[in-house]
């Protein structure tokens, strides 16, 4: 990248600092902080104090590249934020669909838009719903529209979304493992509105892989696995607008994981999850061009970008070298960016204000294509009306006001940047390395493997926090005894009883036969597939009869109860 | 203040268990190390209703129950959880919890019985504090 000339006085200069560096740290000694000699990441990796042009002179300039150009380090698009924004995608949902609607409509309202002035909707459904059980379920009471919003049949979507143009907006279905119901319900919704599947966009989360390291019941990882290529290869024939995958590398960091490990184990997963698509008779140009991630934004500003760039790269780079993709599409990774829940505080909750917005301005450096922004006051409970709001300003400020949108990748060409993006690719292919050696993503998530990393690693983080290594701003540096005295958004509490009296009301009124029927089919074909090889999935069947079902006015919690009889269905702690 | 179990008495048994639709499970289970670090036989478990908790209490004999919710929906489960060590003999039992209960509802958990509810801020130790001044100091 540069001429020996140029780097033989990069050495010089590069010399004299650290002679200079090791002086002032000799003179003020005793006063300066931990780790002034031998900084590290957030995720352990080592630092330098100043970066010169010989520490990126390794890198071949290929693989920085253009933006738009492969492999795409610097972004997807030749085009960044010049000609569209990103998209604004907070997550709504809670209490019942009109009260959920009502916050959708608040939001568009306020300006939050996709792509083009296009509507997106990122919509979170209901504990409830989350663990495949309907409200009258016992196990409902106290969490029905609770974290999300109580929908669960076609009916609810009716509630949800009439009077919207279904085929000029883009919904993002928050489901765990609920991902067949959810869908099959809002293509059966679809049908009743006279529009197909084909026409309709949006996104199903798709995200069996993430029992690996989320604590929550779920499939057992083979089945989640197969159900997840069942649904590539319904939506790659049927709904050629639909995201069909969500990489969930946010749990990752959430679940106390490192920058590293999230990008790691999300490629790791990406190369289990196309070899298996492969094996179905899909080409990866087919599978790869519909999925998406979910990222984190974290506190350590450098990192969280060098890993969105080093993510672009190594996806790019191991889609075309290992499943000959072709298709730049196939090659893209399009980011919506979760700004790190995790790390907001309940103490003096306004701090968290200042910390989502330097999460949202990282994202923004990095090129991301849509972003939910935390608000203040998650750390308790769901958003009110006015810390929803507040979370949507901080994007529109970044994005309006501070001209950063005009250059693509701007921090492109920093020797810390290069150099730490090339630092944390090496780290990401080398956990990669260890988990095809266990037989790939799903064998170290069957195994346990997964989960113990990412533990180990939470575990180090609060040793870090503890030990005042870590500083949490009004957690264990600069805290105060005066609570937090915020209003906390509560979910009206008529909620509950009015979700079972509704799903009660379904189940007397719907017609008693279709339903019967569409349900038996869809049990056999269920225990059909618990039992098929990911060389036998992709003929679409499971799907069909889900939505058969949905237009039969099934519930969540009856086709939910049909997989989880079928594939089985166990809790966290036993993998 | 050390953690270290000081003499060698029976063990405390700790329950930690925690609603299988609540995804929030980094602190749990990093108390149930830290609970396990400083000598404490501890049972992690998750569960969908608070019977499956009573009947592991039962099971598994043990002293302390700890609930982690975070997500919400857990003032129902705590009143099931009560009502269920009652009948089996288990009023005794003591009862803490954690994650994200909002204040309201922290002032009615205390009055129903949760003798200690461990939220964001609170550590690991202040947990074994307060089972070690309840059930021994010494064990």
Redesign the interface.
């Known amino acids: 990248m540069f001429d020996e000339a140029t780097l033989a006085r990069s050495r010089e200069m590069g010399e004299a600092w650290e002679t200079r560096y090791r002086r002032l740290v000799e003179r003020f000694g005793d006063a300066a902080p931990e780790r002034a000699t031998d900084p590290e990441t957030h995720s352990g990796l080592p630092l330098k104090s100043a970066y010169f042009p010989h520490d990126i002179a390794h890198i071949d300039p290929g693989l920085i590249g253009a933006p738009g150009g492969y492999p795409f380090t610097r972004g997807n698009l030749a085009a960044q934020y010049q000609l569209m924004h990103w998209a604004n995608q907070p997550v709504i949902g809670y209490g019942l669909p009109e009260h959920t609607r009502e916050r959708m409509d608040l939001l568009a309202e306020e300006g939050m838009v996709g792509y083009f002035g296009q509507r997106f909707y990122n919509l979170v459904y209901d504990?409830?719903s989350?663990?495949g059980l309907d409200p009258d379920h016992?196990?409902a009471?106290?969490?029905i529209g609770?974290?999300g919003m109580a929908v669960y049949s076609k009916a609810d979507m009716a509630r949800l979304f009439d009077g919207l143009d279904l085929k000029a907006m883009n919904v993002i279905h928050i489901s765990?493992y609920q991902v067949v119901p959810a869908l099959a319900q809002y293509i059966a919704y679809g049908a009743d509105r006279g529009v197909s599947p084909e026409e309709l966009r949006g996104n199903s989360m798709n995200w069996y892989h993430q029992s690996a390291y989320?604590?929550?019941?779920a499939f057992p990882p083979a089945q989640g696995h197969k159900l997840a290529v069942d649904l590539i290869n319904y939506c790659t024939r049927n709904m050629p607008r639909w995201n069909t995958t969500n990489f969930f590398g946010y749990?990752v960091e959430?679940?106390?994981g490192t920058a590293i490990h999230e990008i790691g184990l999300m490629l790791a997963y990406g190369i289990d999850l196309v070899r298996a698509c492969v094996a179905s008779g899909l080409k990866a140009d087919d599978a790869l061009p519909r999925f998406g991630f979910q990222i984190s934004q974290a506190n350590d500003f450098f990192e969280e970008i060098c890993k969105i760039r080093a993510l672009r790269r190594l996806w790019a780079t191991t889609m075309q070298e290992r499943f000959g993709a072709e298709d730049p599409r196939s090659m893209h990774v399009r980011i919506h960016t979760h700004t790190s829940g995790?790390s907001l505080?309940?103490?003096q909750p306004l701090v968290n204000l200042i910390r989502t917005t330097l999460h949202t301005l990282g994202a923004a450096m990095s090129g991301v294509q849509a972003m939910e922004v935390s608000a203040y006051d998650e750390?308790?409970?769901i958003p009110t009306e006015e810390s929803a709001t507040l979370a949507l300003r901080a994007q529109q400020v970044i994005q309006e006001e501070t001209n950063i949108t005009a250059v693509s990748d701007p921090l492109a060409g920093s020797y810390y940047v290069e150099a730490l993006t090339d630092q944390m690719a090496a780290a990401a292919l080398e956990l990669v390395d260890e988990i095809e050696a266990q037989g790939g993503y799903v064998a170290a998530q069957q195994s346990g493997w997964i989960r113990k990393t990412v533990?180990s690693s939470?575990?180090r983080w609060?040793e870090l926090v503890?030990s005042g290594q870590r500083r949490i701003v009004g957690?264990n540096t600069y805290a105060t005894d005066a609570?937090a005295e915020i209003e906390?958004f509560k979910?009206d509490p008529e909620v509950e009883r009015v979700a079972v009296e509704r799903v009660r009301e379904l189940r007397a009124s719907r017609d008693a036969a279709r339903w019967e029927s569409a349900m038996d089919r869809f049990a056999g074909i269920a225990t059909d597939f618990a039992d098929r090889s990911y060389e036998e999935l992709g003929d679409g069947v499971l799907m069909e009869a889900a939505v058969e079902a949905a237009k039969a006015d099934a519930t969540t919690g009856e086709m939910m109860g049909v997989l989880k009889d079928a594939l089985g269905w166990r809790?966290?702690?036993e993998y | 203040m050390s953690t270290e179990p000081t003499a060698s008495a029976d063990p405390i048994r700790v329950l930690l268990a925690k609603p299988t639709h609540d995804c929030h499970d980094r602190g749990v289970r990093l108390v149930a190390r830290r609970l396990r670090e400083a000598g404490f036989e501890v049972i992690f478990s998750n569960f969908l209703l608070a019977a499956e908790v009573v009947d592991a209490a039962v099971e598994e004999d043990v002293q302390v129950v700890g609930i982690s919710s975070s997500a919400g929906g857990h003032m129902p489960v705590f009143e099931d959880l009560f009502a269920g060590l009652e009948e089996n003999g288990l009023a005794d039992v003591l009862v803490i919890a954690g994650g994200v209960i909002p204040p309201d509802d922290v002032a009615v958990l205390r009055k129903k019985g949760v003798t200690e509810i461990f939220g964001p801020g609170s550590t690991a130790d202040d947990a074994i504090r307060l089972i070690r001044s309840r059930l021994g100091a010494n064990r």
């Open positions: 504990l409830v989350h663990e016992p196990a009471r106290g969490r609770q974290s765990y989320v604590g929550m019941s749990g959430e679940a106390g995790a505080t309940a103490q750390a308790f409970a533990e939470a575990e609060q503890d957690r609570p906390l979910v809790a966290p702690h």
